[in-house]
């Protein structure tokens, strides 16, 4: 039976109204999705100072409180969504993890990490860069760490903005430095110390980028090229995992047992030592039967590499969480301090809730903005396997064990970024030294300049937006730190 012209025209309508309501609909969803997730972020900044307000009361003096709460928990958000980045990049990077996985496991181990092994006693000028009788008069103290908080918070959001991952505890101490200066001059502030943490910027990256090389030498020397590369896999990959798990037994006992235990150097080092053997151990039945059925290429090395991966990034999770959140509300923890005994402090103990502010909004920072981050560091900058993703991932363990030893402020974020150039850069070496040579007097062929561009393995472009957000971060988190200690202390005196 044939429908009329009529019939048929209706259709094409219906169908044409069909179409523009469902491109509605899309572009509705897609403008949508990044308001979403800022009204979640609204929403636990609110919810974070509603709690202050109920436990401290909204009396005059309490405000300030409520107030630093707020702009903790803003400060959470964007430790989350730049800094917890460096460690699951790589992973996610490596197509060893979803992002989804990766969100979830980084989630809940930088949350473990916080509550369960974190700092209980916090530096409140970081790590002495100023002097606290400088600024003993409580309300400019209090000024000078609410400055610290904002500056930094609001440098850590711009650098995630522009796609830059920068480090968190630098931003806390620019911003610390900036508004010592502006509260009681240049005097107050410790020189040598930010001498040490200004050569931690090309320290950091550096030792970063050279471990994680040398792994990835000795990967490519000891297994990718041997003809039996699963026979060497075997040996190899458990001695690895044991390397890795003896840097972070070591790393844990230093930080992670502080609030049990002292534990010097050498204890921890002799820790490390024991549980590098005993995963060691364990490694090499797990491998050899991992092993068992793959063939002899460069894929089956990816699957035995995998799950190491996945454990090294949870275990960079955590032990960030027990180092970097500490430090990154340490200023809320001092304007409470400041608070309630009217006096500033070198060192303060941090409340419970200020940590589970900061636990809880590095994961909602994660959730909601984190992935940006995380595909910038894993795939933009170079191309990661998990052979290149695990020297990564080790390279940032030991290089922590390594500064720890010889007292060098480093930063986890320059750390494992410099890994990522480091292997980049590694491979560019290495490839250029093996590229085929001419068959006529045995010299290299000469590439002409745009085709050795293309063939860079390290986007330069990425590389130099890093760097200079590296080197800006703590006189931009200072300048802008200034201003609002003097904004502050004008307007609210």
Known sequence: MSQSPDNNNQWKTLDKDL??????????????????????????????????ALFFGTQPGNLIVVAAAVFGAYMALNIGANDVANNMGPAVGANALTMGGAIVIAAVCETAGALLAGGDVVSTISKGIIDPTSVAETH?????????????????????????????????????????????????????????????????????????????????????????????????????????????AAYLSLKGLKRVIHIDMGTALLIGLVGGLVCWGL???????????????????????????????ALLSFAHGANDVANAVGPLAAIVHASEFGASAGEVAIPLWVMVIGALGISFGLFLFGPKLIRMV????????????????????????????????????????????????????????????????????????????RRKLVRRSHFMTIIAAWVITVPAAAAMSAVIFLLLDTVLV
């Open 19 to 52: 179409g523009r309501i469902s491109q509605v609909e899309y572009a509705t969803a897609y403008v949508a999705r990044p308001l979403t997730a800022l009204g979640i972020a609204l929403a636990f900044i609110a919810v974070a100072g509603l709690a202050a």
């Open 378 to 453: 894993g795939s933009q900058i170079t191309k990661l396997n998990p052979m290149r993703a695990y020297c990564v991932a080790l390279s940032a363990a030991i290089t922590v064990i390594v500064a720890s030893w010889l007292g060098l402020p480093v930063s986890s974020t320059h750390i494992a970024v410099g890994g990522v150039f480091g292997v980049g850069f590694f491979r560019e070496w290495y490839m250029e030294r093996r590229r085929p040579s001419n068959s006529t007097n045995g010299t290299a062929r000469r590439l002409p300049p745009e085709e050795r561009r």
């Open 283 to 313: 490694t090499v039945p797990l491998v050899r039967r991992q092993s068992r059925g793959l063939e002899n290429r460069n894929r089956s090395l990816k699957t035995l590499f995998a799950l190491p991966l996945i454990v090294s990034a």
């Open 140 to 248: 400019s103290f209090i000024w000078a760490m609410m400055a610290a908080l904002v500056s930094a918070a609001l440098w850590v959001n711009l650098a995630t903005k522009v796609g830059a991952p920068v480090s968190t505890t630098h931003s806390v101490v620019g911003g610390v430095m900036g508004a010592g200066i502006a509260a009681a001059g240049f005097g107050a502030v410790s020189w040598p110390t930010m001498g040490a943490i200004a050569a931690s910027w090309v320290i950091s990256p550096v030792l970063g980028g050279v471990i994680a090389a040398a792994f990835l030498a000795v990967i490519k020397s000891q297994i990718i090229y041997r003809d039996d590369k699963l026979a060497a896999a075997r040996l190899w990959v458990p001695i690895l995992v044991g390397i890795m798990a003896g840097a972070f």
